[in-house]
């Protein structure tokens, strides 16, 4: 059961959080309100919420799992490096997201090996060591498993190098988080500075498809444009909304992300000031 929205927490789910269940004539119940109702052992709940600033009381947090999705500003790096290699070097990216997929496969081998030979175990009769089948079986899936292990070492390998790559990439996904979080704190500027996550991508990913990109063919370059190009772009279309008193204020905050990405050495209280 998915409940979105949850502003506050009703009263009556409070038997179902605390799993106050009791079986009666081979039924399973539980009481909501003033009925008792039957209640499946694979019942699970999911209780949503979309307000960042919600508060969860201590006896609340005791019974349930939280599992918070908000935006952090090392997952919008991540997610933004994914999306400049899916742009900028697409057999990288390719390359990447084979060996992801490799690594979580190569996870899920082992753990079937593991829960093959449980089994292999837990269904022998007699003395282990005396059972032709279990040896056989034992010998098969340590060969299987150094195998896997093998090939796990050779991907991690792989994905060290992909990764080495990345990093010349990673100027321009750090400027990206920094510039979103500082649209999100716009709100303490004015109440209806409202920037969502969607608009910030939005932006990035049509910096990322602009025409003069066609006409540079360094890396470098195409970097160092890629990033003045998010500012300009960001700024454009953000003034449009902000009042007239605030396009300094803005126009500056970003001047001094620029600089403290930037390769050059910045003077600290001049950049402070």
Known sequence: LLVE?????DPVLNPVLNKEIRK??????????????????SFVIFLATRDPN????????SRVTFVNFTV????????CLHSVLKSEEPETYEQRMDIMRLQGEFKVTLRNLEQALLDAINEASGQLLDNDIIITTLEN?????????????????????IQEKSRFYASLAHSCSSIYFTLEQMG?????YQFSLKFFLVQFHNTLEHPSLSDIDDKLERVDFLKKQLYSQIYQTVSRSLLNNDHLAFSMRLLQLYLIGGEQEIDEPLLNF
């Not at 119940?29 to 052992?41: A, E, Y």
């Not at 952090?72 to 997610?79: H, R």
């Not at 303490?188 to 209806?192: D, P």
Request: charged letters at 25%; proline letters at 5%.
């Open 24 to 41: 009666t004539g081979g039924r399973i119940l539980i009481t909501l309100g003033d009925q008792d109702v039957d209640f499946s052992p």
């Open 5 to 9: 929205d949850v502003e506050n927490m």
């Open 72 to 79: 952090t500003p090392n997952s919008l790096q991540s997610q």
């Open 54 to 61: 919600a508060h969860f009381t201590p006896d609340l947090c």
């Open 141 to 161: 899936l340590k060969s299987e498993e150094q195998e896997v292990n093998k090939r796990v070492v050779e991907a991690d390998s792989v994905l060290a190098d």
């Open 188 to 192: 303490q500027v004015h109440f209806l």
